[in-house]
């Protein structure tokens, strides 16, 4: 399933990996295999892009990616490939393990070493190929809707649902983080807008839209944020209250991907309740839920 067009790598430290304090742009060995086949094997350029430990590589028709949840050893690689070499064009990977210098999973893998440390050089012994597995993974059929799972990070799932079993027509890719039974995050989007919301005590007691107060962190204004959110059914049938905006406006992101927590005061039974939920995780969930999209 061609799914993304923009790339970042993340790895975290290691014998023979590359990381940031070590290096923050410059050469590296790179190989990137899929299908049993070496996509790419060779000198690359790799520079360090973010403060959660994300990189970005490329070389000789050939960008790779894995996003990651900082200090996780699970992430979620892509590759983008125009070597001539395998199947031309933005591929999804899935997700995958970090296996020392390398992420891997039945389909496949994508490494970077320092240069000068590659298994197989100066009488180190080589990484074994990745046996041949189809890289698409299958949807399953929710509600109307065809979902296919994207990717897991930590407490949050990710996935992209779309009008049709090939996965190409869009509807929304969604990122949701459950703390309870009933009690969750949610945030959706597709190319024209992006919804952030939440499920907790009572608050779909009502069907129709509601004012809500929310805000990020220990944040003292919180009537500042207070809005109406409406009530947005998903396709597996669970109701969530939501705030959708457009994708014209700057909107919500930031403070979603950037803060500790985030709060929801609304009113039960004529008594004032608060919902917090930890945003633990949110920025790779939520960078994975737009690279979705694509």
């Known amino acids: 399933m061609k799914t993304i067009q923009s790339l970042s790598f993340a790895l975290f430290c290691g014998a023979a990996l590359l990381v940031p304090a070590a290096a923050s742009a410059g050469p590296a060995e790179c190989l990137v295999e899929a299908e049993g086949q070496a996509i790419f094997d060779g000198r690359c350029d790799f520079k360090s892009t973010d403060k959660d430990g994300s990189f970005e590589f490329s070389g000789?028709?050939?960008?790779?990616?894995?996003?990651?949840?900082?200090?996780?050893?699970?992430?979620?690689a892509f590759y983008e490939n125009k070597t001539g070499r395998g199947e031309n064009g933005s591929w999804r990977l899935g997700d995958v393990d970090r296996d020392g210098a390398c992420w891997k999973n039945q389909y496949g893998r994508i490494?970077?070493?320092?240069?000068?440390?590659?298994p197989g050089q100066g009488g180190r012994r080589a990484a074994a190929p990745v046996r041949p597995t189809p890289v698409r993974q299958a949807s399953e059929q929710v509600g109307g809707r065809y979902r296919f799972p994207y990717a897991t990070l930590g407490e949050w799932e990710i996935a992209r649902?779309?009008?049709?079993p090939a996965?190409?027509?869009?509807?929304?890719?969604?990122?949701?983080?459950?703390?309870g039974s009933e009690q969750g995050l949610r945030a959706v989007s597709n190319i024209e807008s992006t919804g952030y919301g939440f499920s907790g005590y009572a608050s779909v007691a009502s069907s129709g839209p509601v004012?809500?107060?929310?805000?990020?962190?220990?944040d003292p204004r919180p009537v500042h944020y207070e809005t109406t959110m409406t009530v947005d059914r998903d396709p597996e049938g669970f109701d969530w209250r939501m705030l959708f905006e457009t994708n014209d406006d700057p909107g919500s992101a930031d403070g979603f991907m950037n803060s500790n927590a985030v709060?929801?005061?609304?009113?039960?039974?004529?008594?004032?309740?608060?919902?917090?939920?930890?945003l633990s995780g949110s920025n790779a969930a939520l960078k994975a839920m737009f690279d979705c999209r694509q």
């Open 60 to 76: 000789a028709g050939l960008t790779g990616s894995v996003l990651v949840d900082p200090g996780a050893t699970t992430g979620i």
């Open 161 to 164: 649902y779309t009008f049709d």
């Open 263 to 278: 709060h929801y005061a609304y009113v039960v039974d004529g008594q004032d309740h608060v919902e917090t939920f930890s």
């Open 167 to 179: 996965g190409r027509e869009l509807d929304y890719c969604s990122a949701v983080k459950l703390t």
């Open 211 to 218: 004012p809500v107060a929310w805000w990020f962190d220990n």
């Open 111 to 118: 490494c970077a070493w320092a240069l000068g440390t590659r």
